[in-house]
């Protein structure tokens, strides 16, 4: 499925615009990131009147993690880190002979990138990241990337979104992928991410989304929800 880059800022009104820088500034504000007061929650999971200083877009591999956090990114004008990038060749390597990983191979990986976060949130930088995210657990070691995390307390600068996808688009896409070699995920370890995937996004406070929509909606919809525009 050939995603299509949409002019997401360029269609908001000056208004807008204006309404998200300020909500982005209130976000770096120093005393809210010394945890000196603790911002209203929306009801959703979202602190009102700030934007997430991290937003990773999660889901199984051919959800469209990639594809749609770089426009993400763009539309907010912030950095975007691909998960995939940060994996050791070890792990690569294992998926590529379609051997699954496992959590001793995951969890260095994980705080790895729950370490790089924790840069950007320190240095009040927002950031959208791509990762697969699939247990509840690697959630929880990426949230910790929150200085003022506490265990099972998501009401965070830590924020996730759940591209929902078929098996049945999720295995085209991936043999799609595969055959351009344009990934190292063969389509043989699908139904292992599958299985591996636990997620109440009611209870965690994650934006559900229908990873099938082309990305404008999709944008949009993330874009709202965080921004409450």
Not at 53 to 82: P, Q, R
Not at 168 to 196: I, N, Y
Request: hydrophobic residues 40%; charged residues 25%.
């Amino acid at each position: 499925m050939q995603f299509q880059l949409p002019r997401v800022i360029a269609c908001r009104s000056g208004e807008s615009m204006l309404r998200e820088k300020k909500k982005i500034k209130k976000m770096m504000d120093p005393v809210y990131e010394a945890g000196e007061r603790d911002p209203p929650n929306n009801g959703n999971g979202f602190d009102q009147g700030a934007v997430p200083a991290a937003i990773v877009i999660m889901g199984v591999s051919g959800a469209g993690k990639t594809t749609i956090g770089k426009i993400l990114a763009e539309a907010l004008s912030c950095d975007f880190l691909d998960g995939d990038d940060f994996h050791l060749e070890s792990n690569k390597e294992k998926m590529r002979n379609g051997i699954p990983l496992c959590d001793a191979d995951r969890m260095p990986w994980l705080e790895t990138l729950r370490n790089v976060l924790r840069g950007y949130i320190l240095d009040r930088k927002p950031v959208v990241l791509a990762c697969s995210a699939l247990r509840k657990m690697y959630r929880e070691t990426l949230r910790a990337a929150d200085p003022r995390y506490t265990s099972g307390a998501h009401c965070n600068l830590v924020k996730f979104v759940f591209l929902d996808v078929s098996s049945e688009m999720l295995t085209k896409r991936m043999s799609e992928r595969a055959a351009e070699r344009k990934h190292f995920m063969p389509v043989a370890l699908l139904l292992s991410q599958l299985d591996l995937l636990e997620i109440d996004p009611v209870e965690e406070g994650i934006l559900h989304v229908d990873g099938a929509q082309e990305s404008s909606p999709i944008v949009s919809n993330i874009q709202d929800f965080i921004l409450g525009s």
